[in-house]
């Protein structure tokens, strides 16, 4: 869809910015005009990670005259795979911090906003009013219907991003104009459902191909050239090295928003069957420790997935992946006549595998809070972390 520009252009360029952008000028669509509307642009980036990093620098290589990131995060060691405006020195520093100290090595020209706290629904309006245009880059559903709702709310343009593993997503929402993403999204999916990054995986490079389209979209709104994703859905499969569009349209059925709501609430962590299964059923890390020390007789149960039982592993565990557990395949393996003790990464889908054994008549089986990151953590730091 063509659409206007969205930013009236800057007073003038310098000379030192006719220089910096004159591979920019030449090109017709864009020439003085264009760049004079970058320039004079503001653009909020939500998340400075595997789609924030390379969405912010090309922003700023761009010339957007302010950018804005949201992210109240810290560099891990995890993160420099795939988020590439962090570096090693970078460790442990806030990544708003880091991303912004990056901007000003690729352009000293752009102004940078720093916004450290968990955006919520107490603060998006407010911090989304001083930007005309967003991008969103976060790995949840809970933020990512924040964001929609408060754009649809404030009547400004973003630009969406998803990535996992192979996959990638990419479309433009504008309420005022075409779809919004609970036209293509109207509820959340169960909680448990879709694994996140951190529990799937991304291949890195991925995120260079969806940011780079991310920020080709927002340059189009910006200065009102070619046509938008607005309408369209493009979806990137990197295996098969393949691209195809699907069709966006408003849905006449979706509720009108009216105000921001716990989005936390309304996504769920876990499900309510698993938080009430983990109710007086869920042991620490060091309970488990004890347990083992003990010589205690039971079944220690890793519903990971093969790859990340490759990576680490609590002594003694036997893998049967959650979605064994839940499809009903794997109850056989589990023993009738002693406890079974479940973990994952994290807590998270240990608590929909408990709830999935409970209901299939083992009721004393427990899970780990905090799963292997807690063992770590907790009883043996040499194990590594992902």
């Given amino acids: 869809m063509s659409l206007p520009p969205l930013v009236e252009p800057a007073a003038e360029l310098t000379v030192d910015e006719v220089r910096r952008y004159s591979r920019h000028l030449i090109v017709p669509d864009v020439a003085m005009d264009g760049q004079k509307r970058l320039k004079n642009a503001k653009v909020l980036v939500v998340g400075a990670g595997g789609l924030g990093s390379p969405a912010l620098l090309y922003l700023a290589a761009a ?21 590439i405006i962090h570096g090693q020195s970078d460790i442990g520093r806030l990544k708003a911090e880091s991303a912004r100290d990056s901007i000003a090595e690729i352009n000293p020209l752009v102004a940078v906003r720093l916004h450290t706290e968990r955006l919520d629904s107490s603060n998006a309006l407010a911090i989304f009013a001083g930007y005309d245009l967003i991008l969103d880059g976060t790995d949840n559903f809970a933020t990512r219907y924040l964001v929609n709702d408060a754009c649809v709310l404030l009547g400004k343009p973003y630009v969406w991003g998803s990535i996992f593993r192979f996959d990638g997503q990419v479309s433009v929402f504008w309420d005022e104009h075409g779809p919004n993403y609970r036209d293509l999204y109207p509820v959340p999916p169960p909680p448990g459902m879709v694994p996140s990054c951190a529990e799937g995986g991304v291949l890195g490079v991925l995120c260079a191909s969806i940011g780079s389209v ?9 200065t009102g050239i070619g046509d938008v994703l607005l309408g369209r859905l493009l979806v990137y499969d990197a295996l098969e090295m393949s691209w195809r569009e699907i069709a966006v349209h408003k849905d006449p059925s979706t509720a009108k928003i009216t105000e921001l709501i716990d989005y ?48 680490v592993k609590i002594p003694g565990s036997v893998l049967i992946p959650k979605g064994d557990i839940l499809s009903g395949a794997a109850l056989s393996q589990l023993p009738q006549d002693r406890p079974i003790v479940l973990h994952c990464k994290s807590g998270v889908r240990s608590a929909e595998a408990l709830a999935a054994v409970k209901a299939a008549g083992f009721r004393g089986a427990v899970h780990v809070q905090g799963g292997v990151l807690a063992w770590a953590n907790q009883v043996d730091p040499s194990l590594p972390t992902y």
């Fill in 264 to 311: 936390d609430a309304f996504c769920g962590a876990v499900s309510d069957e698993a938080a009430e299964a983990a109710k007086g059923s869920t042991i620490t890390a060091v309970e488990l420790k004890d347990m083992i020390d003990a010589g205690k007789d039971f079944l220690l149960v890793d519903v990971r997935e093969p790859a990340e039982y490759e990576i």
């Fill in 63 to 83: 010339g957007v005259g302010t950018l804005g990131i949201v992210d109240f995060d810290v560099v891990d060691e995890s993160n420099l795979q795939r988020q």
């Fill in 214 to 222: 991310m920020v080709n979209e927002a340059i189009k709104l910006i």
